[in-house]
T-cell receptor
């Protein structure tokens, strides 16, 4: 397996534009997590899914953020409209809830909103 | 609360030992983890400890767990410049369908040659 795949790696967009981040988890993993990393706030859990169903979205900052998982191999995180304070690195991770339950991370998407 | 706390920064000289500390929140966590993040990359699992253990040693790494105080530490012996990275402790808040993987704030380890 190629690991967790995120796209794009870098995104620069203007304030007010819609941004869509994409993630392909590892095959067979039934949990998928979206995190946001900034210098000020560290690594924040935004939302996570189990078997494509959102379990906890309490970390989503506001209504401008939405996430979907239409099938076991694909998830999106959308920001509409984007604001400069959304600039961060967004990570997707996946795992199976058994044994050590190691989480595997994608390389992240660095989002810059100007 | 769900905050997992760590000190933000640690600087050591090459060859010295590094100790990174963490306090976590959920006493029912089955495993506690240390992840490493190198520049420009995602996090990778470095080591973990089962909650019924006090200590785990893995080559240069030693993990100590104090469940009473909810304190976790990572010791790196003979620290090398390649160990420079951000280190995160993590726990899973579990129960039912819950599998909430929570990370600490991260500790930036800078190794001086």
């Amino acid at each position: 397996d190629a690991g967790v795949i995120q796209s794009p790696r870098h995104e620069v967009t203007e304030m007010g534009q819609e941004v869509t981040l994409r993630c392909k988890p590892i095959s067979g993993h039934d949990y998928l997590f979206w995190y946001r990393q900034t210098m000020m706030r560290g690594l924040e859990l935004l939302i996570y899914f189990n078997n494509n169903v959102p379990i906890d979205d309490s970390g989503m900052p506001e209504d401008r953020f939405s996430a979907k998982m239409p099938n076991a191999s694909f998830s999106t995180l959308k920001i509409q409209p984007s604001e400069p304070r959304d600039s961060a690195v967004y990570f997707c991770a996946s795992n199976r809830r058994e044994g050590v339950a190691e989480a595997f991370f994608g390389q992240g998407t660095r989002l810059t909103v100007v | 609360g769900e905050d997992v706390e760590q000190s933000l920064f640690l600087s050591v000289r090459e060859g010295d030992s590094s100790v990174i500390n963490c306090t976590y929140t959920d006493s029912s966590s089955t495993y506690l983890y240390w992840y490493k993040q190198e520049p420009g990359a995602g996090l990778q699992l470095l080591t973990y400890i089962f909650s019924n253990m006090d200590m785990k040693q893995d080559q240069r790494l030693t993990v100590l767990l104090n469940k009473k105080d909810k304190h976790l530490s990572l010791r790196i012996a003979d620290t090398q410049t390649g160990d420079s990275a951000i280190y995160f402790c993590a726990e899973i808040l579990s129960g039912g369908a819950t599998n909430k993987l929570i990370f600490g704030t991260g500790t930036l380890l800078a190794v001086q040659p």
